[in-house]
């Protein structure tokens, strides 16, 4: 039981990954929006410009963690039909 659970918390594709990534690029530009008006002048444009950079560093290792589990699995699954 505990496994299906666990399941639900781990990204396996690539549409899943480009879901997450929206969800969090929504939130990000909201507390950039936020940030503009808490801090006016250059300081709320920098700390947006913080928080977009933080969503397109996030989702790049995103991503690429969903690339490298997918061709790691691939690989074994290889190996396993080899030997």
């Known amino acids: 039981m505990l496994k299906k659970v666990k399941r639900?918390?781990?990204?396996?594709?690539?549409?899943?990954?480009?879901l997450i990534i929206f969800a969090l690029a929504l939130g990000a530009m909201t507390r950039g929006a936020n940030?503009?008006?808490?801090?006016?002048?250059?300081?709320?444009?920098?700390l947006f410009a913080a928080t977009a950079g933080a969503v397109f560093l996030g989702g790049?290792?995103?991503?690429?963690?969903?690339?490298?589990?997918?061709?790691?699995?691939?690989?074994?699954?290889?190996?396993?039909e080899r030997g």
Do not use: C, H, N, S
Request: aromatic share 16%.
């Open 8 to 18: 639900l918390f781990v990204i396996k594709t690539r549409f899943e990954a480009y």
């Open 35 to 46: 940030y503009t008006l808490e801090y006016p002048g250059i300081g709320g444009y920098l």
């Open 60 to 80: 790049a290792k995103i991503l690429d963690a969903i690339r490298y589990e997918q061709e790691a699995a691939k690989a074994k699954l290889d190996e396993a």
